[in-house]
């Protein structure tokens, strides 16, 4: 899983299997951003899921929430060569203040 | 649809130098933010401001300054560029607040010499 400073996760499947990330953040948090980026480009969010939510999917993607754990998932089915990027997620965490905090992320790279 | 266009694409600077980066956009969005992404690590808050004139510190403040003269458009002081200094420099901006989704600039290359 993925958090703050550390490092980037290095994570490295075939096309067409599944792949899960995981995301542990350290307090309660309303909304968990999931976020792509792909080479010299700006993070894109794919994915926001609430605290009153527990899963939430777009396309081939599906988010969980576990709030008791602190922690959060994305899944990628089928995965595709196109979903090799970085993939971070973001808290608010520091609950009161304009700002998320960002995970470390975890470069995913997809082998034909 | 809207765009965020960073100011300039590749920034080499001496050490020592103070070093200007600028960031522009046309959501009409409140909240700009200004990130720093060193290779192998996440994004890093310098600066965010919530509306024009207002600044507030990230976690990674020191050494920069920043300045939001309008609603528009947000800039990042880097005071004094240190030696083999190399990171990109991400400029978000949002609707409102830590809920909201944030739209993403492609980025500033900052390499000192």
């Known amino acids: 899983s993925q958090w703050g400073e550390e490092n980037l996760q290095a994570l490295s499947i075939q096309e067409g299997e599944d792949v899960t990330m995981n995301c542990s953040y350290k307090?309660?948090?309303?909304?968990v951003h999931w976020y792509r980026q792909d080479s010299g480009r700006g993070p894109a969010l794919i994915i926001l899921?609430?605290?009153?939510?527990r899963e939430k999917r777009s396309g081939r993607l599906r988010a969980t929430l576990d709030t008791s754990s602190q922690s959060s998932s994305l899944s990628i089915t089928a995965a595709q060569c196109e979903d090799t990027a970085v993939y971070f997620c973001a808290t608010d965490a520091d609950y009161g203040n304009e700002k998320i905090t960002f995970g470390a992320g975890t470069k995913l790279t997809i082998k034909p | 649809g809207g765009i965020i266009t960073q100011t300039p694409k590749f920034l080499i600077g001496q050490e020592g130098q103070k070093l200007t980066l600028k960031c522009q956009q046309n959501?009409?969005?409140?909240?700009m933010y200004w990130y720093r992404q060193d290779s192998g690590k996440g994004l890093r808050l310098i600066y965010y401001s919530i509306t024009e004139n207002d600044l507030q510190k990230g976690d990674l403040s020191e050494g920069y300054d920043a300045s939001r003269e309008k609603k528009s458009s947000f800039s990042l002081t880097v005071t004094s560029a240190q030696k083999n200094e190399m990171a990109v420099f991400l400029c978000?901006?949002?609707?409102?607040?830590?809920?909201?989704?944030?739209?993403f600039g492609p980025g500033t290359r900052l390499l000192v010499l």
């Open positions: 307090t309660y948090t309303t909304v």
């Open positions: 899921i609430r605290s009153n939510e």
């Open positions: 978000a901006s949002s609707i409102l607040h830590n809920q909201d989704t944030q739209y």
């Open positions: 959501f009409n969005h409140d909240t």
